[in-house]
């Protein structure tokens, strides 16, 4: 009789659970990127999948949670492209107009990631307080050194964001042209009273 690997056969069930999870979390991303949250179903989401529908209340526990999930999904693939090269910069206002930069090239290169991003810009996600916060502190840091003559930080990323995500259904509207990202960056640098615009 051969003998069992449990050990083995626990991992192989861990590496299933994780795939069939991630199959539900990218169907979420999907459906999320074509319409709002209030018209995504558990039905929808499954038969996306290709799962059963126990399959998604098994890893979820509703679709609020798998918003929440694909929320953190989006952040951590931003993250990854954004995070390595933005902290080796020491200038705030740099930092600021790199991220800038860097949200509209994906948004310009990937349209799926652009509408998805849109659409979880109505309800707060994992991904919107982590640009926020980001943000913010680029931001503070940059009045503290009287470089901004917006003076109040929450403002100031409203006004960022608010830029940014009218640019990007713009992008997703009517393309983009070459010098749309520069320009996008200098307006929103001269919206913050920035002596680099």
Same mark, same amino acid.
């Given at each position: 009789?051969?003998?069992?690997?449990?050990?083995?056969?626990?991992?192989?069930?861990?590496?299933?659970?994780?795939?069939?999870?991630?199959?539900?979390?990218?169907?979420?991303?999907?459906?999320?990127? &074509?319409?709002?949250?209030?018209g995504l179903t558990v039905d929808?989401?499954?038969?996306?999948?290709?799962?059963?529908?126990?399959?998604?209340?098994?890893?979820?526990?509703?679709?609020? &949670?798998?918003?929440s999930a694909v929320g953190e999904?989006?952040?951590?693939?931003?993250?990854?492209?954004?995070?390595?090269?933005?902290?080796?910069?020491?200038?705030?206002? &740099?930092?600021?107009?790199?991220?800038?930069? #860097?949200?509209?090239?994906?948004a310009i290169s990937d349209s799926?990631?652009?509408?998805?991003?849109?659409?979880?810009?109505?309800?707060?996600?994992?991904?919107?307080?982590?640009?926020?916060?980001?943000?913010?502190?680029?931001?503070?840091?940059?009045?503290?050194?009287?470089?901004?003559?917006?003076?109040?930080?929450?403002?100031?990323?409203?006004?960022?964001?608010?830029?940014?995500?009218?640019?990007?259904?713009?992008?997703?509207? #009517?393309?983009?042209?070459?010098?749309?990202?520069?320009?996008?960056?200098?307006?929103?640098?001269?919206?913050?009273?920035?002596?680099?615009?």
């Amino acid at each position: 009789m051969a003998k069992v690997d449990l050990a083995r056969r626990a991992e192989i069930g861990r590496e299933k659970r994780e795939r069939t999870r991630t199959l539900i979390v990218d169907a979420g991303a999907m459906l999320l990127a &074509e319409r709002p949250r209030e018209g995504l179903t558990v039905d929808a989401v499954v038969e996306a999948a290709g799962v059963a529908k126990g399959t998604f209340y098994y890893h979820f526990q509703s679709i609020d &949670e798998l918003a929440s999930a694909v929320g953190e999904k989006l952040g951590e693939s931003f993250d990854a492209v954004l995070t390595p090269a933005r902290l080796e910069l020491q200038d705030p206002i &740099e930092r600021l107009s790199f991220a800038f930069t #860097r949200f509209l090239e994906k948004a310009i290169s990937d349209s799926n990631w652009a509408r998805l991003v849109v659409q979880s810009s109505h309800s707060p996600t994992e991904f919107a307080r982590g640009i926020r916060n980001n943000l913010k502190a680029d931001i503070a840091e940059a009045i503290v050194q009287g470089r901004l003559s917006v003076r109040d930080a929450e403002l100031a990323v409203d006004i960022v964001m608010g830029i940014w995500l009218q640019v990007t259904r713009g992008i997703l509207e #009517r393309g983009a042209r070459p010098e749309l990202t520069g320009q996008a960056v200098e307006a929103v640098l001269r919206a913050l009273g920035s002596s680099q615009a």
